[in-house]
């Protein structure tokens, strides 16, 4: 369903492999954040889209495929790194932008919103420096 601005929502699994893709292409440009993803967590984008892709399918649209726990991979990665919450609050504007960019409706309001808890609930459970 199209809104008035003409943009797409995030309720199927073409448009969240669209939104993955163009937020990991900020966050993987910004010079701070794009070293923890490829040099601390190692990431291979071939590998991590789809996981990505699955796990925002799950929030999203109830699919199942998604079952890795997430706070136990975020805590690896802050033992390898101690992460900061302006980490945290770069990925979420990253996210809010990329998000308001090419997307609308509901289905995107949703996924702004568990972003803002998804960031709030890492840094707090990981007890990062301010």
Request: glycine share 4%; proline share 4%; charged share 25%.
């Given at each position: 369903?199209?809104?008035?601005?003409?943009?797409?929502?995030?309720?199927?699994?073409?448009?969240?492999?669209?939104?993955?893709?163009?937020?990991?292409?900020?966050?993987?440009a910004?010079?701070?954040?794009?070293?923890?993803?490829?040099?601390?967590?190692?990431?291979?984008?071939?590998?991590?889209?789809?996981?990505?892709?699955?796990?925002?399918?799950?929030?999203?649209?109830?699919?199942?495929?998604?079952?890795?726990?997430?706070?136990?991979i975020?805590?690896?990665?802050?033992?390898?790194?101690?992460?900061?919450?302006s980490?945290?609050?770069?990925?979420?504007?990253?996210?809010?932008?990329?998000?308001?960019?090419?997307?609308?409706?509901?289905?995107?309001e949703?996924?702004?919103?568990?972003?803002?808890?998804?960031a709030?609930?890492m840094?707090?459970?990981?007890?990062?420096?301010?």
């Open positions: 369903m199209m809104n008035t601005a003409n943009k797409p929502d995030l309720d199927s699994p073409e448009n969240i492999a669209v939104f993955v893709e163009a937020f990991y292409e900020r966050l993987l910004d010079p701070h954040l794009a070293p923890i993803f490829i040099d601390v967590a190692n990431i291979d984008v071939r590998e991590h889209f789809p996981r990505i892709q699955a796990y925002w399918q799950k929030l999203l649209l109830g699919d199942s495929g998604y079952q890795r726990h997430t706070m136990n975020h805590r690896q990665l802050h033992a390898k790194q101690n992460l900061q919450l980490d945290f609050k770069l990925w979420l504007a990253y996210f809010i932008e990329t998000a308001d960019e090419h997307f609308s409706g509901a289905k995107t949703r996924a702004k919103r568990i972003a803002r808890t998804i709030g609930n840094s707090t459970s990981l007890r990062v420096d301010e």
